[in-house]
């Protein structure tokens, strides 16, 4: 056939089609279900949080995100062993997947030492901010505690890609999952002290996040240790350092990882930023992104599902079933996005209804009405936050990871910037502030689709060129 529509002689559908709606959420929807529950974990975090009191869910968000940003870096090149997995999968060669894995894993065990050693650092760091005293002792409480399961955050992301690359996505959404579950009731039991656990407050939510992430790992690893993966995957012989695949992880994973570090940096500076104007203005951004991360997180798993995609079909030489499965992710994503963005306008006290739960109506008032206007602005955003999510996820599956650093790197200071002069020279407040913020999403968003749009990525692989040709010239 010389149609890519065509199949045993008919056109198919948008849904039957390769690559169309029905191959992408095969592979996408373990995914989503796998995001989404980490989704629901720190929605219901941040929720008991605000239960046990405001400041510790005020306090819990840019903690985290300082935690986050810290780990961001290497956990991003761990996690970009999706792509060669994917690609060595596309071009026949699973033999070299073991070995692309351990060297992401290996990554997380070098870090180890590392973000063990910041713990000391964090009261100074936290009396710096400038927030208040109450503040910035829960915020150097949460963050000293989650810097014990660092390590395993990048390991798992390393692991997991052993079978999303592969397409095994079910995998994926049952161990991660089971890891939010759990993490859900430690939350429970630990913050408030139930069936005879301490009550730990904000300290408690941060230990259920370290089991979580060290179950991840064991999780993880007693499934790939199977003798099936273990033959055909090479997963023992594989268990070594390889200098060449590790110089290409980090040429291609680097990138990757720094950006995502560049983004978070700067939004946690957004969030310090946003903690000076008080805490009622930091715990309704926190509420507002926590309400947003059920629409974003689950994007997440598209995304990776698409890279998935993009690399199998770039490893086939198949750079126009990559740009079918590419468009298919976007309508999903933009009909899904759209949906809930209508929610955030239309019902925005039914969605915060569980926060509003666990604490006094007159307590809540001013929060909720200062939420109300925040999650218009998450309305405003939400398609382009979709562009974002699956046209960056393309040139990652190809390669094209340079291109976003630089992006990253031009665009994220400007809105940050912007919401340090705005606030220091106008005594402009938080609506300035989120007006910074989706001037950041919507630039994303439009200069990824437009790189998308140049076809660049077609030509691009990250496994070995003779690997990535053998495959076409035997066919």
Not at 391 to 420: E, H, N
Request: glycine letters at 10%; charged letters at 10%; proline letters at 4%.
């Amino acid at each position: 056939m010389t149609s890519l529509n065509l199949q045993n002689g008919q056109e198919t559908s948008w849904w039957s089609r390769p690559c169309g709606g029905r191959d992408v959420l095969a592979i996408a929807l373990p995914l989503i279900v796998s995001t989404a529950s980490w989704s629901v974990m720190n929605f219901i975090d941040r929720m008991f949080l605000l239960w046990y009191s405001k400041a510790a869910m005020a306090a819990a968000l840019p903690a985290g995100m300082l935690y986050f940003t810290l780990v961001c870096f290497p956990m991003g090149i761990a996690a970009y062993v999706n792509t060669f997995v994917a690609q060595y999968q596309g071009a026949g060669r699973p033999q070299r997947i073991g070995a692309a894995v351990w060297q992401g894993v290996g990554i997380g065990v070098v870090c180890l030492p590392f973000f063990l050693g910041m713990i000391p650092l964090a009261p100074e760091f936290f009396r710096l901010t400038g927030h208040k005293a109450e503040l910035a002792g829960l915020e150097t409480d949460y963050f000293q505690t989650v810097l014990c399961c660092a390590g395993a955050q990048i390991m798992a992301a390393a692991m997991s890609a052993f079978f999303t690359g592969r397409g095994s996505t079910k995998v994926v959404m049952v161990v991660d999952s089971s890891a939010s579950a759990l993490n859900a009731v430690l939350d429970y039991c630990w913050i408030f002290g139930v069936a005879g656990f301490p009550q730990w407050g904000i300290v408690g939510a941060a230990w259920a996040t370290v089991v979580a992430q060290w179950f991840r790992v064991a999780a993880y690893l007693l499934i790939m240790l199977r003798p099936r993966f273990i033959k055909r995957y090479q997963l023992l012989a594989g268990l070594r350092f390889d200098g060449e695949l590790m110089r290409r992880l980090l040429r291609y994973g680097g990138p990757n990882g720094l950006q995502l570090f560049l983004e978070i940096s700067f939004f946690s500076i957004f969030l310090l930023l946003i903690g000076r104007l008080g805490e009622n203005a930091m715990a309704a951004t926190t509420l507002a992104f926590n309400i947003n991360a059920l629409a974003f997180v689950p994007m997440l798993g598209l995304g990776i599902a698409l890279s998935t995609l993009v690399g199998q079909q770039l490893g086939h030489d198949h750079p126009d079933l990559a740009a079918r499965a590419t468009w298919t992710s976007f309508v999903i994503a933009a009909v899904y996005m759209g949906t809930m963005a209508a929610l955030y306008v239309l019902i925005p006290d039914v969605i915060m209804m569980g926060h509003a739960a666990g604490v006094s109506p007159e307590e809540f008032a001013s929060l909720r009405n200062l939420t109300v206007v925040l999650l218009r602005f998450v309305a405003a955003y939400c398609l382009f936050d979709a562009m974002n999510v699956v046209f960056a996820s393309v040139l990652k599956g190809a390669g094209d990871t340079r291109f976003i650093l630089w992006t990253s790197a031009l665009i994220s200071p400007l809105p940050v910037a912007g919401v340090w002069f705005g606030i220091r020279y106008f005594d402009l407040g938080i609506l300035w502030s989120w007006s910074m913020a989706t001037f950041w999403v919507c630039s994303f968003g439009l200069i990824f689709g437009w790189r998308f749009l140049q076809g660049h990525w077609r030509t691009m692989r990250v496994i070995e060129h003779d690997v990535a040709m053998e495959e076409v010239n035997a066919n």
